[in-house]
């Protein structure tokens, strides 16, 4: 009797340890869970901030004055961009720009570095913007597999006499590179949503929710 009540002591504790150790498991679990939702919400705010204050100093150490105020840095860069954006809008007319680019086709590495910058920073915010149309193309008629891309080029005429076909930039996701694909116009379908939401969208690889209260440009 006292052997059978010893057996079931030590059964008792045996699933009373398994049980402890069970509990600890989750409770770790949960915990490093929670650290984890901690530094999600955390970390963004911080290296954000970090890098808006390190950006802050550095401008302001550019200024040529002695008693600097924070801030005061990027408040004379947007001063300085908007003047130049105003004088450049009223005053420098497409003579000044003809005779520009014709001196800088006397420097060929010069003007293919310049035209590229040019080309690439009035594809985002030029008043021609090449990435505001975005589209699901579908990648061959047998496989059901789309991928998100942007429309640049709707008549191929750069390229020659190439008809029923796009010209659609492909970004890549965490990264600033991209592939141009010349696809059939009819495997392509609008997307209706923001251009910049979906391009955030693709460069986080699908994290990043798409605001559906953005109207669609």
Known sequence: MNKVTKNTKKAMSRLFLVQFCGMLQRALRKLIQYILNGLLL??????????????????????????????????????????????????????????????????????????????????????????????????????????????????????????????VYFPMSYSFAGHLLIVPARNVKPIDKNAVDVMKYIVSGGVVDIDHNHDAK
């Open 42 to 167: 955390t970390l963004p705010m911080v290296i954000t901030g970090y890098v808006i204050y390190r950006l802050f100093n550095w401008l302001d150490s550019l200024l040529p004055i002695e008693h600097r105020y924070p801030g005061m840095g990027i408040l004379m860069l947007i001063t300085f961009l908007a003047v130049l954006g105003y004088l450049g809008a009223k005053f420098i007319n497409d003579t000044i720009r003809g005779w520009f680019n014709r001196l800088l086709d006397r420097i060929p590495l010069i003007k293919t570095i310049y035209k590229s910058i040019t080309d690439l920073l009035g594809a985002f915010v030029g008043q021609k913007k090449a990435f505001n149309q975005p589209v699901l193309v579908k990648i061959s008629e047998e496989a059901e597999i789309e991928v998100i891309g942007f429309v640049t080029d709707e008549d191929l005429k750069e390229l020659g006499n190439i008809q029923n076909k796009v010209g």
